[in-house]
């Protein structure tokens, strides 16, 4: 039980410094504009739903990677990140450019 315990609390915790961004911060939602903020190395960290789909994942993580940005694979489908976003549409993957007011980029570890 201990475990789920953990793991529930951290994505309470990652969703509420979620939330923080999308009112204080500058983000990108979608694959198109994470792949140019990237590209343009504006973004800081990078979030991807556990259902995004293999090659559009590989390629995300390999723009990261050039980039030196983190990468968080969110623990859940891209219904339950829209959800985390705050809005009422899938999100397959987003781009924090400015965190704003959170701590999200320094308490994430990226993976």
Request: one cysteine or more; glycine letters at 8%.
């Amino acid at each position: 039980m201990a475990p789920t315990k953990k793991t529930k609390k951290s994505t309470e915790s990652i969703n509420n410094r979620l939330a923080l961004v999308m009112k204080s911060g500058k983000y990108t939602l979608g694959y198109k504009t994470v792949l140019r903020s990237l590209r343009s190395s504006k973004g800081k960290l990078v979030i991807i739903a556990n259902n995004c789909p293999p090659l559009r994942k590989s390629e995300i993580e390999y723009y990261a990677m050039l980039g030196k940005v983190g990468v968080h694979h969110f623990n859940g489908n891209n219904v339950d990140l829209g959800t985390a976003c705050g809005k009422y549409f899938r999100v397959c993957c987003l781009s924090i450019i400015d965190p704003g007011d959170s701590d999200i980029i320094k308490s994430i570890p990226s993976d």
